[in-house]
């Protein structure tokens, strides 16, 4: 219980936190509200909860995660990838539940955040990221299809749809029957953020200057236009949601919290491999889980989105000096002031142009790198790669993630079982280049009657079944030396495969001797009972040893 503690308090305390770069920090930490702010209101909006729940998301989790994280310059709010799942999340919960799905929402949220400081304690940070790149690749180009769709009706000055389907099969409408200003402040914005000059980009970000002339076009217009407009938002803190729960939706919550999680940790990590290259320095992968964990918490707590390390807030706050975790909580805090004191200013802001901006967001989430090239890589990855983007965007993420993962690892257990079967040989020709010159004249003189039997590398189950094909040739020769000299790690299936040869061997009354069987691999051995069913005097430390024993055992 004292070790629980220690540990828990141990992870409680923020890293990093000092004052000696406070200019910079405020400077980052500003340039990262400013980008922050057209974000967090366009992701409220798709998320279909209100553009309200997107700030507060940006200020809990901005907030607590650089508190509380381990990437001292990270910067954390909602993002594309988890959007996307909270809007599946309201839509299913809230058709389920009309009373209480909001609530459930928000729980789900909580839960997430308590698996991810789970993930954190049990220090499963370093092995998140081990996930094939195809596989990443896949559901985030998925991902990005799927806000692209989502903005469609928006854009055309339509009310947003629940999912990809939907906005498929209003297509023709959109295009036959669009709000043409809607349209127009839409078209305008992906201009300005597509165009506007990187140097510039520095001093008002794309998306800000988008947001700010786009409203104001559109109030120029009026309200004869009939656009659809985000609303005032709150200018007060929320009160907290304490957590609901309903027994049917327990294992739905449950899985959408994993979902959230999984997939929080991993767009915070890959942000916090970004963050160490542009700043040399070296993150803390499962005490960052911590500190998105606690944002989360809080965030769902308070009725707001989660979030996760967002990788461009994160290089503009790095390029404006932000250095410690100090620069992630000014972001959050600024638009706290900014939530406070100008929240009846996001009213007239139209949806079109959060849509122009989401797509922009949309886009430069699709992996196009690695679409342009996977085909030259590998087939059979580009397959697995556009499975897991059409799973991701026609079914869930969930499977889409498990199922892609699934056929990366029968892939490479393949390509391993592949290498693995051709360090297993069967050697019955003396010219074999694997035998010295004495090695060689031993076997010559055993005429055909020694079959040495060698493996190389580790021997797992990949290598079992090459193993066993070489099990019927056992009964042709008089002596079998198994030479396990080369190999470092013998897994279960392996070496039952090697048991299974012996006892095929003793069956037909033939002599096995066994080679060099240390460490690892003799307490397997040991185990399965084989080195007991053997006489000391077949176990040899040298191959030559054996191949002489071998000779004279024939030899009349």
Do not use: C
């Not at 402040?185 to 992906?190: D, F, K, R, S, V």
């Not at 915070?268 to 970004?274: E, G, K, Q, R, Y």
């Not at 600024?334 to 122009?356: D, F, W």
């Not at 090459?466 to 190999?487: E, G």
């Amino acid at each position: 219980m004292n070790h629980w503690l220690s540990q828990l308090i141990h992870f409680l305390k923020p890293r990093n936190l000092h004052f000696r770069n406070l200019r910079d920090d405020f400077f980052g930490g500003l340039t990262a509200a400013i980008v922050a702010l057209p974000l967090a209101l366009a992701f409220g909006v798709s998320s279909g909860a209100g553009a309200a729940t997107g700030l507060y998301g940006a200020i809990f989790v901005g907030i607590f995660a650089a508190l509380f994280g381990g990437t001292p310059a990270q910067v954390s709010g909602p993002t594309g990838p988890m959007t996307v799942v909270m809007a599946t999340i309201f839509t299913v919960l809230i058709g389920r539940y009309p009373e209480t799905g909001l609530t459930l929402s928000f729980t789900v949220i909580v839960l997430g955040g308590v698996f991810q400081i789970l993930f954190g304690v049990l220090r499963l940070g370093t092995y998140i990221t081990l996930m094939p790149y195809t596989v990443i690749s896949g559901f985030m180009s998925g991902i990005g299809v799927i806000i692209l769709s989502l903005q469609i009706g928006p854009l055309f000055g339509y009310p947003g749809t629940s999912g990809v389907v939907d906005s498929l099969r209003n297509l023709p409408t959109y295009l036959s029957q669009p709000n043409w200003m809607a349209l127009a402040l839409g078209l305008l914005t992906l201009a300005i953020v597509f165009a506007w000059p990187r140097r510039l980009n520095r001093i008002v970000p794309s998306p800000l200057l988008a947001l700010v002339v786009g409203t104001l076009l559109s109030l120029l217009v009026g309200e004869d236009a009939n656009l659809v407009r985000i609303g005032a938002i709150p200018t007060a803190l929320p009160q907290p949601h304490f957590p609901t729960f309903e027994w049917e939706a327990l294992r739905v919550m449950t899985g959408y919290g994993l979902m959230l999680a999984t997939l929080g940790a991993i767009d915070s990590l890959l942000t916090s491999l970004v963050a160490d290259n542009i700043t040399r320095t070296q993150h803390d992968s499962n005490q960052e889980l911590i500190g998105q964990g606690i944002g989360n918490v809080l965030s769902g707590l308070f009725g707001g989105l989660p979030g996760a390390g967002a990788t461009m807030r994160t290089v503009v706050n790095v390029q404006a000096g932000g250095k410690t975790p100090l620069s992630g909580m000014i972001h959050g805090l600024l638009l706290l002031l900014v939530m406070l004191g100008l929240g009846k200013l996001t009213a007239p802001i139209p949806n079109a142009v959060l849509a122009g901006i989401l797509i922009k967001v949309g886009i430069d989430i699709i992996d196009w790198s690695f679409l342009r090239r996977a085909h030259r890589l590998s087939l059979k990855a580009t397959g697995l790669m556009y499975g897991v983007l059409f799973l991701t965007v026609f079914v869930d993420l969930i499977t889409a993630v498990a199922v892609g993962v699934f056929f990366a690892n029968l892939l490479t257990v393949k390509s391993l079982s592949d290498l693995q079967s051709k360090q297993v040989r069967a050697i019955i020709h003396p010219g074999d280049d694997a035998l010295t010159a004495t090695e060689q004249a031993l076997l010559a003189e055993g005429q055909g009657r020694i079959m040495l039997f060698q493996l190389s590398g580790p021997m797992s189950f990949g290598a079992a079944k090459a193993i066993s094909q070489q099990m019927t040739m056992v009964q042709d020769y008089d002596v079998l030396i198994l030479d396990l000299t080369d190999v470092p790690r013998l897994g279960v299936t392996a070496a039952l495969a090697i048991e299974g040869m012996v006892q095929e061997a003793h069956r037909h009354e033939r002599e096995v001797f066994l080679v060099s069987v240390e460490g690892k691999v003799r307490d397997r051995l040991q185990r399965l009972n084989l080195l007991n069913a053997m006489d000391e005097n077949h176990v040899f430390d040298d191959r030559l040893k054996a191949l002489q024993r071998a000779i004279a055992l024939i030899t009349p």
